[in-house]
């Protein structure tokens, strides 16, 4: 098992900036990737981005690359989401996720947290 746990979620104004925080522990030695989906009410969980762990590639929605950065730090377990020049459509509650096979959806997530940027 792999638990995630998020932080950093809030609100900001339009062109601000958050950083969201991503804390992985339990069998962190099997994780593949981790990375970050959002969602809003009614609607489907949207990819974001996603971080190989050992070969550190990584992988963008069309919607966010140029804005958002994904990076980690091994040791700490951990993997952060950098939101810059945040736009209103990019609220929604984002989630931590993490896969532990090569291919395929993640099989582990986190309970979320919530971003709102206001016009």
């Known amino acids: 098992q792999v638990q995630l746990v998020e932080s950093g979620g809030g609100s900001v104004q339009a062109g601000g900036s958050l950083r969201l925080s991503c804390a992985a522990s339990g069998r962190t030695s099997r994780v593949d990737t981790m990375g970050w989906f959002r969602q809003n009410p009614g609607k489907e969980r949207q990819f974001v981005s996603a971080?190989?762990?050992?070969?550190?590639?990584?992988s963008y929605a069309d919607s966010v690359k140029g804005r958002f950065d994904i990076s980690k730090d091994n040791a700490k377990n951990m993997v952060y989401l950098q939101m810059n020049m945040l736009k209103p459509e990019d609220t929604a509650v984002y989630y931590c996720s993490a896969r532990t096979v090569r291919s395929g959806p993640p099989n582990y997530w986190g309970q979320g947290t919530q971003v709102t940027v206001s016009s």
């Open positions: 971080i190989n762990w050992k070969d550190e590639t990584t």
